[in-house]
C-alpha cells in the first residue's frame, strides 16, 4: 500500500483527519461548514460518506451499497474503512 494511502487512513482511524470541525475544536479560525457542498458540519463522516458530491463518486465506483450496508450494520467510520480495504483486498487478490 502506497505512503500515502497509509497515512490517510491511520490520520482517519486515529480521528486526526484535518476536517473543519476538528480544526475549529483545536483553535484554528475555520468556517465549520463542507467546503465541498457548504452545508452542514464537516466530520469524518460527512467528508467520507455524506456529503452529496462525495455520494455521486461512491455511485460512480459501484461501492454506495455496500457503504450503506455497513454504516446501517455499524455507524462507525472505523467499520466503514475495514470494509472497504477487505473488499478492496478480496478483489485484488
Not at 482511524?13 to 463542507?34: N, Q
Not at 450496508?69 to 478483489?91: G, M
Amino acid at each position: 500500500m502506497p505512503p500515502k494511502v497509509k497515512n490517510f487512513v491511520w490520520r482517519m482511524c486515529r480521528g486526526c483527519f484535518p476536517t473543519c470541525a476538528r480544526l475549529s475544536s483545536r483553535g484554528v479560525a475555520c468556517p465549520i461548514d463542507c467546503v465541498v457542498c457548504d452545508s452542514n458540519y464537516e466530520d469524518i463522516i460527512r467528508v467520507l460518506v455524506e456529503c452529496p458530491k462525495v455520494v455521486q463518486a461512491w455511485r460512480n465506483v459501484n461501492m454506495w451499497d455496500t457503504i450503506i450496508r455497513v454504516l446501517r450494520q455499524d455507524y462507525n467510520i472505523h467499520a466503514l474503512i475495514f470494509t472497504l480495504l477487505r473488499i478492496v483486498c478480496d478483489d485484488n487478490v
